[in-house]
């Protein structure tokens, strides 16, 4: 392969010129933005919006034989009774099955909200109207204790991903690796804000499941680094990774587009159950196939500029 030309093989298709990575470092701003104004959306809320799993709540699942029931009919009906709920329309508006949310406090019957509830939406569609399909419960203090086990899990996956870079790589490279996920996880968090997505036990899920992809999509790119570096000790770092990562690019958007498919089909067949972990896995799948590209390798650069280290 010609050097002079600085050829890349990647599976089987060449591009003509290596991509200069480093300097595009600058669109990392796009990234600062979002979480700023996530930042601000916290501020502005007064922190996330919390579903049942974390603030308590009663879940009613329920069809109603009605053809005036609608969404707009039941939020007006709950708001005139001044109850407090967020209602989501369950598969097709026709067949009118809704998912209502009610949050409780310490303290309160979770039977007589139920049964109050329903009692209201007979009164406004008929009686025996309200066929309940499903309800789920959670108390005030076992969400807190959710809450409080979901934070611990984070931070136990972040230290061992880690010390695991730190030891296969080094410092440098941990660095880079380490803010990347944190990253990520701000993005997804920054979007439940925009979106107004309620944290449960399932956006948990999904944030742990992209920074396993994440990290894993980063150590790819990091062992191409570094075999380069073993290949070429005397070239410029950053040249290093402007090679590796378009040698790794079509494996990555291969991989991003895959993933992106299928959380993509979750959200639009899943159900009303995978919506808001359908979303949030696309995005953070976007998130960490950006910040495994501009974010990672560059940051291990920069730090390895400060401390002079080839």
């Known amino acids: 392969m010609n050097e002079n030309k600085q050829d890349v093989l990647v599976s089987g298709k060449i591009f003509e010129k290596t991509i200069p990575f480093s300097r595009l470092f600058k669109l990392s701003f796009i990234s600062l ?42 939020r007006t009906l709950f708001t005139e009774n001044k109850i407090e709920s967020e209602i989501t329309v369950v598969g097709n508006p026709e067949e009118r099955e809704f998912m209502i949310t009610l949050p409780i406090k310490s303290g309160e019957d979770f039977e007589k909200i139920i049964t109050d509830t329903i009692n209201v939406m007979e ?16 108390e ?28 296969r790589f080094d410092i440098f490279y941990s660095f880079g690796a380490v803010v990347a996920l944190l990253h990520d996880a701000l ?8 979106l107004k997505i309620p944290i449960d036990i399932t956006i948990i899920a999904a944030i742990l499941t992209v920074l396993g992809y994440s990290v894993n999509d980063t150590i790819v ?11 070429s000790p005397m070239e410029e770092f950053s040249l290093l990774i402007d090679k590796a990562t378009t040698q790794t690019l079509n494996r990555t958007i291969i991989t991003a587009l895959t993933t992106i498919f299928v959380s993509v089909a979750l959200y639009l067949f899943g159900g009303i159950v995978l919506k808001n972990f359908a979303l949030v896995l696309t995005i953070g799948f ?23 280290r080839k």
């Open 286 to 308: 976007i998130s960490g196939t950006y910040s495994s590209i501009f974010i990672a390798s560059m940051l291990t650069y920069y730090l390895r500029k400060a401390f002079n």
């Open 221 to 231: 790119v990091f062992d191409r680094i570094r075999e380069l570096h073993l290949l």
């Open 140 to 167: 005030p203090k076992v969400g807190e204790t959710f809450a409080g086990k979901a934070i611990q899990l984070l931070v136990v996956v972040s230290i061992l991903i880690l010390f695991y870079i730190l030891v």
């Open 187 to 194: 993005v997804m968090l920054a979007f439940t804000l925009f």
């Open 33 to 74: 933005i979002i979480i700023a104004a996530g930042i601000y959306m916290y501020f502005i809320n007064k922190g996330f919006y919390l579903g049942i799993d974390f603030k308590g709540g009663v879940k009613i699942e329920c069809v109603i034989k009605n053809n005036e029931a609608n969404i707009k009919t039941l």
């Open 123 to 138: 009164t406004k569609f008929g009686k025996g109207s309200v066929d309940v399909r499903g309800r789920e419960i959670v």
